[in-house]
């Protein structure tokens, strides 16, 4: 069978339609009926509050996910509107309750289309500044993944504001705990011109990948998610290969304002060993523990020419007094690398950092 495009356009396309020509375009994702050597593009100035679905390519035939047409990249969204003036109550004097459906757990509040972003209180009673906000039901989601729990409990959303929140701000989007992932995908695959947004756990993420590049891609505001509730620890990557990778490739991405680090590889400790990983001539601003994580041992994998600002700034900070909490506390957070979990004599190939630009960190 030849390869296909689809052409998705989730605004003026229609599942009667093939979609193999921009002038008639699917409506939503293609889903199963993607086969290796496909491309699937999504119409520019599109935003889509759901996963991007994929399926794995072959060996020589990758499945190709972009863009196509004019104006900004399509944007996947992990987070849902909660704007709307007439769903927030006042409970007390600056303290707003939100009335609408939450269908996950709430990781972080983004205002004004990306300007700021709300301040995790642990309590309500410490919801007192404009921004503040408190989510009865954080940490939920962690516990229930942890002893398999499938109930979710009825929660609720506070917001500090001297007036209405959906009048005080252009748009305010509560990002969600949701699939944990905005998109994943194991083997032979291409993103590209693709922009992830507001997910409350990782931007992209899977096990033992292979063959996988991410090309030209963006990634804001990701993280934040609560990880324990009682130890006040919080988490969330853009990018996270789990338990092994092979011949990857990341290249001319945008990070910005991540929770934890912008790209990592991790969870494989002595079985899964990471090789073949380039990271190239991206931009890491605001990542809160590292632009790059070096986590367990790994083997040819290179981070070069990449510019890397602001380490530990962005929301991943606010309201905190530095040590930030973590797994590994009190640790500092905020470093453009950050080397870990590699016991001496288990490191089976070269790391190589080099030709990179890093300014304003606190850490190193």
């Not at 069978?1 to 605004?11: A, E």
């Not at 759901?50 to 900004?72: F, H, K, M, N």
């Not at 229930?144 to 005080?168: H, I, V, W, Y």
Request: charged share 20%; with cysteine.
């Amino acid at each position: 069978m030849s390869p296909r495009f689809y052409y998705i356009d989730p605004i003026g396309g229609s599942d009667a339609a093939d979609g193999a020509a921009e002038s008639r375009p699917r409506r939503t994702q293609p889903g199963a009926i993607v086969n290796p050597g496909d491309t699937v593009l999504f119409k520019r100035g599109s935003i889509i509050r759901e996963v991007l679905q994929t399926r794995d390519g072959s060996p020589g035939a990758p499945i190709t996910y972009g863009a196509y047409g004019t104006g900004p990249d399509p944007i996947f969204l992990g987070s849902i509107s909660v704007g709307d003036a007439s769903q927030w109550v006042q409970d007390r004097p600056t303290l707003w309750r939100y009335t609408g459906h939450i269908a996950s757990e709430v990781g972080n509040l983004v205002f004004n289309d990306g300007a700021s972003c709300g301040t995790l209180r642990w309590t309500l009673e410490e919801v007192r500044e404009p921004g503040d906000w408190h989510y009865t039901g954080i940490g939920d989601a962690c516990a229930r993944e942890s002893d398999g729990r499938q109930e979710q409990k009825t929660s609720t959303l506070f917001l500090c504001s001297q007036d209405n929140p959906g009048a005080t701000y252009t748009s305010i989007e509560a990002v969600l705990w949701g699939s944990r992932r905005l998109v994943g995908g194991r083997c032979h695959l291409i993103f590209e011109h693709l922009s992830f947004r507001n997910s409350g756990v990782h931007g992209y993420q899977d096990c033992g990948v292979s063959q996988v590049t991410i090309r030209a891609c963006d990634f804001r505001h990701i993280g934040g998610a609560v990880w324990n509730r009682e130890l006040r620890i919080r988490f969330g990557n853009a990018i996270e290969f789990w338990d092994g990778a092979t011949d990857i490739l990341v290249e001319d991405c945008t990070f910005d304002d991540i929770y934890d680090s912008g790209v990592t590889h991790q969870g494989g400790e002595n079985r899964n060993i990471p090789r073949r990983l380039r990271f190239q001539r991206n931009v890491f601003e605001r990542c809160g523990m590292a632009a790059y994580e070096c986590r367990e041992p790994s083997s040819e994998v290179s981070f070069e020419h990449n510019i890397c600002r602001n380490a530990g700034c962005g929301f991943s900070m606010l309201g905190v007094v530095g040590p930030r909490q973590s797994e590994i506390h009190p640790m500092p957070m905020g470093h453009h690398i950050f080397i870990w979990r590699i016991d001496p004599g288990t490191q089976p190939g070269p790391v190589y950092i080099r030709h990179n630009t890093f300014s304003e960190s606190p850490n190193g």
